[in-house]
């Protein structure tokens, strides 16, 4: 990746003028805390030795150093808030689009009826239409549930993205969800008409067929993964499954265009081997992308979080291709936005504090934690940090690797196979708890999400665009 010119920076960072009354106020509060702890002692101290007065004082005194404690670890959202601006308009005046990096999208599900087949296409669909060169992108969907009902979405929504990508493109369409596009009746292009009967046609397949619980021997066909599916095949006990639904360089759409990458992988599941929830899908994601595109950028995304931005890729390469953040550059976290949740967020569902508020101070720091999606990942961040690097057991599996062009070879896919395996991970460094090489291992994923009404949760772009410096020891979900 080349640097980026003086002349046209990617990115600024404006450190708050509101830190000095932050850190004025946080003096004069640390007085009045220690006036209070001095009062307590003198209290204690100069009682007479009393066990009623010393039983009665002791849980006030306790309360208030917890008080006091999480008083001062908050602070330190406080000293220090950056609010980091991309300059995206300046990406193409320092680059082509030759030049930009490859990006493998990572999205992971884990049940066909808690988390619908139709939304998981919905979301692929999404990041597939990114303002991107589609042969630099590629998007694996892990499927934790092993379901055939999410592979033949996925491989509806490849059929369906060879109209869906030029239409977008073409009609400068912002919102490149189907779904979310549709139902959204005042963006609807006058020229939509044909794509929405295919999209519907779309849907209703997927949906009966989910209703059904089984596919149609006459849509087996299309993909030889679906021989998989047999008498002895559980969610909890079945082999690996790859299979390339489209493949750049050799699938066009329908103006002769390429199209991404669209890779469905289950990885192998054996009662007798722990499978680490999300953590333990992202890492077998991690392999088989590696073995297949290799990206040095990646991005890691729930199944129910569609991208609302087609140009959230430039967003991201104001960072990643700027020189003077990319050595120690992490990952670039996305703040999460809930939209829909109710008039004025009574609850407070938003989750401000969490996404948006103390992010922004801890960009001073060392950068935000990990929401676990709308997460950019520089792929060589993950073997060590910027001065070290673990090699991984397999020539292939090494960020410098250079894949073959076919990712649907059979060499490939015999590779990409075993690296699915349910103890490929024995003896390796793979979220090993003493290993430099942290992955996104031991992460206890909760089996169920909560529902967002009013079509969200959505990634956003927005002022304040949070990074994080790399910090391998940090790095557990
Ligand atoms: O065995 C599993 C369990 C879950 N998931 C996926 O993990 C994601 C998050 O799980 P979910 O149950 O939806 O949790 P949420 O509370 O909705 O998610 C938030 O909290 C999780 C951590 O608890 C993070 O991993 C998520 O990124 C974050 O959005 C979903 O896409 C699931 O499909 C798997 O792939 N395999
Ligand atoms: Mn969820």
């Not at 619980?213 to 006990?237: L, Q």
């Not at 360089?249 to 054996?270: A, E, H, M, T, W």
């Not at 490939?412 to 490929?424: D, F, N, Q, T």
Request: with cysteine; charged share 20%.
């Amino acid at each position: 990746m080349e640097c980026t010119s003086p002349k046209h920076p990617l990115n600024s960072s404006q450190l708050l003028p509101r830190r000095f009354f932050n850190r004025a106020f946080a003096l004069i509060y640390s007085f009045a805390i220690l006036t209070l702890f001095y009062r307590h002692a003198t209290t204690l101290i100069q009682s007479p030795i009393n066990l009623h007065t010393f039983f009665i004082s002791l849980p006030f005194i306790v309360s208030d150093l917890i008080l006091a404690f999480t008083w001062l670890n908050s602070q330190c959202f406080r000293m220090n808030p950056v609010i980091r601006t991309p300059l995206p308009e300046n990406l193409p005046k320092a680059f082509s689009r030759e030049e930009f990096p490859a990006l493998d999208i990572f999205i992971c599900t884990a049940d066909p009826y808690k988390e619908p087949p139709m939304t998981v296409a919905a979301t692929a669909l999404s990041v597939m239409a990114y303002e991107y060169p589609a042969e630099k992108l590629s998007i694996y969907v892990s499927d934790d549930g092993g379901s055939e009902l999410t592979l033949f979405a996925l491989m509806e929504a490849a059929r369906f993205a060879k109209a869906w990508l030029p239409f977008c493109k073409e009609n400068r369409i912002m919102e490149r969800c189907p779904s979310a596009y549709f139902a959204n009746t005042c963006a609807s292009h006058s020229a939509s008409g044909d794509i929405q009967i295919m999209y519907e046609d779309m849907k209703s397949r997927i949906e009966k067929v989910v209703e059904r619980g089984f596919v149609d021997d006459e849509y087996k066909t299309s993909a030889e993964a679906f021989g998989k599916w047999k008498k002895e095949f559980t969610t909890k006990d079945h082999p690996a499954i790859v299979q390339v639904l489209s493949e750049s360089g050799c699938d066009k759409d329908f103006i002769g265009s390429s199209i991404p990458n669209l890779v469905y992988v289950s990885r192998q599941k054996n009662k007798a081997v722990s499978h680490h929830f999300k953590a333990g899908a992202l890492n077998v994601l991690l392999r088989v992308s590696a073995i297949m595109t290799n990206a040095p950028i990646l991005l890691t995304l729930d199944c129910d979080m569609i991208s609302n931005d087609p140009t959230t890729t430039h967003t991201m390469l104001c960072f990643f291709m700027d020189r003077s953040v990319r050595p120690e550059l992490g990952y670039v976290q996305f703040p999460l936005r809930f939209d829909g949740i109710n008039n004025g967020d009574i609850y407070g569902s938003e989750l401000r504090r969490a996404f948006h508020i103390n992010p922004v101070g801890m960009n001073g720091l060392l950068g935000p934690d990990y929401f676990g999606t709308g997460t950019f990942f520089s792929r060589r961040a993950l073997h060590g940090g910027p001065s070290s690097y673990i090699e991984p057991e397999m020539v292939e599996l090494g960020p410098d690797y250079i894949p073959g062009k076919r990712s649907n070879s059979p060499h490939i896919l015999e590779l990409a196979h075993r690296v699915a395996g349910c103890s490929y991970e024995e003896g390796t460094n793979w979220g090993s708890k003493d290993s430099d090489m942290v992955h996104w291992l031991r992460t206890i994923t909760p089996a169920t999400g909560y529902t967002v009404r009013g079509g969200g949760p959505y990634f956003a772009i927005q002022r304040g665009l949070l990074f994080w410096r790399i910090r391998p020891y940090l790095w557990l979900i």
